[in-house]
């Protein structure tokens, strides 16, 4: 596998890192012992950027990530995020329901490092993001600290979250940001407009999370109706009714494409995101080997000029029916 600079700062990673959400949290989350597997053949297979957050649970991923990195911790990139305000657990409220709004308070942000470091149990987070930036905390305030458990060694780098050109830039000034972790794929090209062109001028990485459509664009995808009931797809406008039913045409247009170029769909979504930059790591999820294998296989394929031209006109998002997420979550990026 080869590697990848994101930012100026040192930070060197696989050119495709592994999205661990999915393991534990909004899917349908396979078996421990398979999830562990998935992660310690990614090592095998050269992919040593593993991305979680301390509210993909809650708390869960980050702890099986924790048994992963036993006698491994030397191999791998942790990349982890805060931000939000869990609320305990109760009978009534489990799961992404404990989600209670954004908090990114400096005294919170020091309690959520130390308790993710003690989950993953290691000593030094590599990238720290904030997960979704808090309009009642100034981004220089929040960067600020940051910057402090760098300069205590509890980070090493620095990272945020779906944020604005605008905030990116506030921060970057407080302390060097490595990279923007932000929604990106054939379908969903937001960041083109004003993040991605910042990135490149301050000189700061981009990891697309979802790069496969949260599996829209694998053409495997089974019909909505047939997701698990807490499967947090099926609220998504995209994947409602007629819109799902437009989209397969696009579907099945890459799963063609992939076809006449000798590879999958999702290895041909992958591709195209891979080749849209060198400061570019996106990071799909895959709780299962066969799944991982074949994403990792992407990093392998050239596309010329033209195939990108044909790919990304014929999988315009304009076409697609249906925003990427619910009209709640969508007032918590780009800000």
């Keep these: 596998m080869k590697t990848r600079a994101l930012g100026s700062q040192g930070l060197a990673v696989s050119a495709i890192g592994l999205g661990c959400m999915g393991m534990s949290f909004a899917y349908a989350q396979p078996q421990e012992s398979e999830a562990l597997n998935t992660l310690h053949q990614a090592l095998e297979l050269g992919c040593n950027f593993w991305d979680t957050a301390e509210v993909y649970g809650p708390y869960t991923n980050e702890l099986l990530l924790g048994k992963a990195l036993k006698g491994r911790r030397d191999q791998v990139i942790v990349a982890t995020k805060f931000g939000f305000d869990i609320a305990p657990e109760t009978p009534d409220r489990q799961g992404a329901a404990r989600m209670a709004g954004l908090d990114s308070r400096p005294g919170h942000i020091r309690e959520v490092v130390h308790a993710s470091l003690e989950r993953l149990g290691i000593e030094t987070i590599d990238l720290l993001y904030q997960h979704r930036v808090d309009p009642r905390v100034p981004i220089e305030d929040v960067v600020g600290v940051m910057a402090d458990l760098v300069r205590e060694g509890k980070v090493r ?97 890459l799963e063609r494409m992939a076809m006449e170029r000798g590879c999958t769909a999702a290895q041909l979504a992958l591709a195209w995101v891979l080749a849209q930059g060198e400061q570019i790591v996106p990071i799909p999820g895959a709780s299962r080997e066969r799944h991982l294998r074949e994403n990792m296989a992407a990093a392998g394929i050239e596309l010329t000029a033209a195939d990108l031209q044909e790919i990304g006109s014929a999988q315009d998002p304009a076409r697609v029916q249906g925003a990427r997420y619910t009209p709640a979550s969508l007032a918590l990026v780009n800000i």
């Design 157 to 253: 780098f620095l990272g945020l979250s779906e944020p604005s050109a605008a905030t990116l830039r506030r921060a970057h000034a407080v302390h060097p940001i490595s990279a923007v972790q932000s929604e990106y794929s054939l379908w969903s090209r937001d960041v083109e407009e004003t993040t991605l062109p910042t990135c490149r001028e301050l000189g700061v990485g981009l990891v697309p999370y979802s790069p496969l459509g949260r599996g829209a664009l694998t053409g495997k995808l089974p019909t909505p109706d047939q997701l698990g009931d807490d499967d947090f797809r099926r609220g998504l406008p995209r994947f409602q009714g007629e819109a799902w039913q437009s989209n397969l045409g696009l579907i099945a247009t």
